[in-house]
């Protein structure tokens, strides 16, 4: 199927010529049939001699209606644009081929009716000169009457050589399907239309609308049920799971996770300088309008703030237009749907000479140079294919240089951190995230090679000394003591001997840690096993206490690590008996 939008001033027979040619009637208001004039989207389809489809988009003429027409050509590959050849080339027939142009549609046929009134020849002139200057270019023109039907065989040999030279859709991609209408069938449900521009609908497929998760209960295309849709097609989706009241024009359809929700994007401007557009203007692109707050960077770039966030990738095309004015004020390409905040003294400026750099394509090596670090889900919402970057951990992208740079950051503050917290074995790993402000705890195990090392959820430098003064701290502790009289929690704390640094200590052998503040030298459970097997097998935990000349808040936890290492075995009597496992 192709689509083809309308495109031309009011009463210069566009709905007549859809008529003409599909036999529909696009007009689908009853005022606008008493008016005679169209005041909303029509549709309508026929088939051309080739067995293609053509499915045709009408737009409003009208001046007051442009928002209107904006919704049905935004989506939409080709235009149609017709001029009456008794009124000629009128104010809004350059207002609708400024948005073609500011949207880049290059695609299009020039149609000049009611050739029956009067002379085509000076229409055709004009408008063929003002097409040429747009991106539209040079475009086949053909002369009809949709009253009489003259002209309408050529008209579709015309169309037919316009869809042939269409490029073949996107079907691989993401759905993001701009909805155009809704309406509600009793038993049915919600239903939603639209121009699929990319991608592959299916019936029973789960898509995100408005942040929530729907289902496709049915799809209908040129009135007709089907199970699957391919772009570029007119669609009729009906949902499963959503309220139609959450619905209106502008909404989209999409595959879920794949688009980025965004209300401030940076952008390069195609038509009147950044610098001379209003401070509040109207973004169009798909079948959304918003308003958006303009600042100006550059001659040609400009930052807006949406009211409303829509799901917009680099690279896409929109319109912005002055509604007061009545005036296109060109088309933007979206070169950031992420951009960095401007707070510091000069930002802008400095932001403006980045993005006098960037076309809007989507390069994955340049836009990860740019982001530094991001996850591949992130990149690709923005449009950015990122299958051919190598992660440095998980889903995890950095741009090399920033990871290289990353690696001695990591470097200077293990070594910080050990200059601060003598007293511990490392850096934790979480405080190290914490550092180097990274997102993901992954990202700092990746970052860990030589001459960095990793034990336990710690990190430091090689093969690090223990520190002099935790040892000085431990030789205090035990200094005149009994092997088995552990010191006091008040001792500890007196010496600077917090869970922490006994924990490093433990790990640096420098004491056996029985429980959280019950500490013995490292010897101590050896000459333990020594002195319990002079005793007679077996024992009782009073005789051993009695034996190592210390208490119970020693013994307990000491008897208990002996069984552990099989120096000591446990009886069903709670007695004990010693093995032949000595040290």
């Known amino acids: 199927m192709y689509v083809v939008a309308t495109a031309g001033h009011v009463d210069h027979g566009k709905s007549t010529l859809v008529r003409a040619l599909t036999g529909m009637e696009p007009d689908r208001w009853a005022e606008e049939r008493r008016r005679g004039m169209t005041i909303d989207l029509g549709f309508a389809w026929t088939t051309l001699d080739s067995?293609?489809?053509?499915?045709?988009?009408?737009?409003?003429?009208?001046?007051?209606?442009?928002?209107?027409?904006?919704?049905?050509?935004?989506?939409?590959?080709?235009?149609?644009?017709?001029?009456?050849?008794?009124?000629?080339?009128?104010?809004?027939?350059?207002?609708h081929l400024a948005a073609l142009h500011a949207l880049n549609v290059r695609h299009g046929l020039l149609v000049v009716t009611r050739c029956d009134l009067a002379d085509p020849g000076p229409a055709l002139r004009a408008a063929t000169e003002q097409i040429a200057g747009s991106t539209l270019g040079?475009?086949?023109?053909?002369?009809?009457?949709?009253?009489?039907?003259?002209?309408?065989?050529?008209?579709?040999?015309?169309?037919?050589?316009?869809?042939?030279?269409?490029?073949?859709?996107?079907?691989?991609?993401?759905?993001?399907?701009?909805?155009?209408?809704?309406?509600?069938?009793?038993?049915?449900?919600?239903?939603?239309?639209?121009?699929l521009g990319g991608g592959v609908l299916t019936k029973?497929?789960?898509?995100?609308?408005?942040?929530?998760?729907?289902?496709?209960?049915?799809?209908?295309?040129?009135?007709?049920?089907?199970?699957?849709?391919?772009?570029v097609a007119r669609v009729a989706v009906n949902l499963r799971g959503t309220d139609r009241g959450a619905i209106t024009r502008g909404t989209a359809l999409l595959t879920p996770g794949r688009f980025r929700h965004t209300d401030l994007i940076d952008v390069r401007v195609?038509?009147?300088?950044?610098?001379?557009?209003?401070?509040?203007?109207?973004?169009?692109?798909?079948?959304?309008?918003?308003?958006?707050?303009?600042?100006?960077?550059?001659?040609?770039?400009?930052?807006?703030?949406?009211?409303?966030?829509?799901?917009?990738?680099?690279?896409?095309?929109?319109?912005?237009?002055?509604?007061?004015?009545?005036?296109?004020a060109g088309g933007v390409t979206l070169l950031d749907v992420a951009p960095p905040a401007l707070t510091r003294r000069g930002a802008a400026?400095?932001?403006?000479?980045?993005?006098?750099?960037?076309?809007?394509?989507?390069?994955?090596?340049?836009?990860?140079?740019?982001?530094?670090?991001?996850?591949?889900?992130?990149?690709?919402?923005?449009g950015?294919?990122?299958?051919?970057?190598?992660?440095?951990?998980?889903?995890?992208?950095?741009?090399?240089e920033h990871w290289a740079s990353l690696h001695q950051r990591l470097i200077d503050e293990v070594r910080s951190y050990a200059a601060e917290q003598p007293l511990e074995a490392g850096a934790p790993l979480e405080a190290l995230r914490h550092r180097l402000d990274l997102p993901d705890r992954a990202l700092v195990e990746a970052l860990i090679r030589p001459p960095l090392t990793s034990r336990s959820g710690r990190v430091t430098t090689g093969n690090p000394e223990i520190p002099e003064i935790l040892i000085k701290a431990i030789d205090r502790a035990f200094d005149g003591a009994d092997l088995f009289a552990a010191p006091e929690v008040n001792r500890l704390v007196e010496l600077g001997l917090g869970p922490r640094q006994l924990a490093a200590a433990?790990?640096?052998?420098?004491?056996?840690?029985?429980?959280d503040t019950v500490v013995l030298p490292p010897e101590a459970p050896a000459r333990a096993a020594e002195i319990l097997a002079g005793l007679p097998q077996p024992f009782t935990m009073s005789e051993a206490k009695n034996a190592l000349r210390t208490t119970r808040r020693v013994a307990v936890p000491l008897l208990e690590l002996l069984d552990r290492e099989g120096l000591t075995r446990r009886l069903p009597d709670d007695r004990r008996v010693t093995t032949e496992k000595q040290p």
């Open 51 to 95: 067995g293609a489809a053509v499915a045709f988009v009408d737009v409003p003429g009208h001046e007051r209606f442009v928002p209107n027409m904006l919704a049905g050509i935004g989506p939409v590959p080709a235009a149609m644009i017709v001029v009456a050849a008794d009124e000629g080339w009128m104010p809004q027939s350059a207002e």
């Open 138 to 195: 040079t475009v086949e023109a053909v002369t009809v009457s949709g009253r009489t039907g003259a002209g309408l065989p050529a008209l579709r040999a015309a169309l037919r050589r316009l869809t042939d030279r269409l490029p073949p859709p996107v079907t691989g991609g993401p759905v993001r399907l701009w909805i155009d209408r809704s309406f509600t069938i009793k038993g049915a449900g919600t239903v939603v239309t639209g121009t």
């Open 204 to 231: 029973g497929d789960e898509l995100e609308l408005v942040g929530t998760r729907v289902r496709i209960r049915g799809l209908q295309t040129l009135g007709s049920p089907v199970d699957r849709v391919e772009a």
């Open 270 to 328: 195609h038509g009147d300088p950044a610098t001379g557009l209003p401070a509040t203007i109207m973004l169009h692109i798909g079948s959304a309008a918003v308003p958006v707050a303009v600042r100006p960077l550059g001659p040609d770039t400009a930052r807006l703030r949406l009211s409303r966030p829509l799901p917009l990738r680099i690279g896409d095309r929109a319109l912005i237009r002055d509604p007061g004015r009545h005036h296109v």
């Open 349 to 382: 400026a400095a932001r403006a000479e980045q993005l006098a750099g960037m076309d809007g394509a989507a390069d994955p090596v340049a836009e990860l140079r740019r982001r530094r670090l991001i996850s591949r889900a992130e990149l690709e919402s923005m």
């Open 384 to 400: 950015v294919p990122a299958g051919v970057i190598t992660p440095v951990a998980g889903e995890w992208l950095a741009d090399p």
């Open 506 to 515: 433990s790990r640096a052998g420098l004491l056996i840690r029985l429980a």
